[in-house]
């Protein structure tokens, strides 16, 4: 694991849409993997900006996203379809039918997880941004989930609860379960970029970078990947 520790949150985004920018120029066709959360918006920002400012085109790439709310579509302002599309697709040239997100509403969700687990199959992510909780999940996968598994259910853990209330009106309205990509298809893509900022995640960043790989800390196996890449800014950084 490649670790790139910055001053601050600017310095973060900027130091991943390096990362993004070059995966993107050396394959126009590239399968993004994103994530959603506070943490990757500086780098969408700095993805939108460039794009007006410099060109540089979207058009043939598709995007995977981590995971969706069970019980939201985008018909909903606080889905993960809602947020990519105001957030990044809308500022970018990305063909919306080349966006992949699991549906919310899906009326057989174990039908809709092996869809979605079908479609990462066929698209393997050329890069996967990835933000990290404060109890070291990834996507949604809470502490205790199996490193081999694939596109699931979860019910979300108290601590994430609490995490994602701050984007709600209050915290009855986060939903209790989701849909997410599993360890294993997170691992099968070719580079790995994760991103931390702010004190809240030192401690889920110094067992990533330094503790034992266990399924305790789901971040963990990041370790095994071949190319991953952490930034984070000193805060988030502090105890490696």
Do not use: W
Request: glycine share 8%; with cysteine; proline share 3%.
């Amino acid at each position: 694991m490649k670790v790139i520790k910055v001053k601050n949150y600017e310095e973060m985004s900027e130091e991943a849409l390096k990362v993004v920018l070059e995966v993107v120029k050396g394959n126009e066709g590239s399968v993004l993997g994103l994530a959603t959360g506070s943490t990757p918006l500086g780098l969408y920002a700095k993805m939108a900006q460039d794009h007006k400012e410099n060109g540089t085109s979207y058009a043939e790439c598709r995007a995977v996203n981590l995971d969706e709310y069970v019980g939201l579509d985008a018909s909903s302002d606080q889905s993960y379809v809602y947020f990519m599309r105001e957030n990044l697709f809308k500022h970018i040239d990305i063909k919306l039918e080349n966006t992949h997100i699991p549906n919310g509403k899906a009326p057989d969700k174990n039908a809709e997880c092996a869809r979605y687990n079908a479609l990462l199959g066929e698209l393997r992510q050329d890069i996967q941004v990835l933000g990290i909780g404060s109890n070291g999940h990834i996507a949604f996968n809470e502490p205790g989930t199996a490193f081999d598994s694939v596109t699931h259910i979860v019910d979300l853990a108290e601590s994430t609860i609490k995490d994602n209330s701050r984007l709600f009106n209050s915290i009855d309205e986060v939903p209790r379960q989701a849909f997410t990509m599993g360890l294993s298809n997170i691992m099968n893509a070719k580079k790995i970029l994760i991103l931390a900022n702010g004190e809240g995640k030192a401690n889920a960043i110094r067992e990533l970078v330094l503790g034992e790989i266990r399924e305790e800390v789901p971040a963990s196996i990041l370790r095994n990947h071949p190319d991953c890449i952490l930034i984070c800014d000193e805060s988030a950084g502090k105890y490696i």
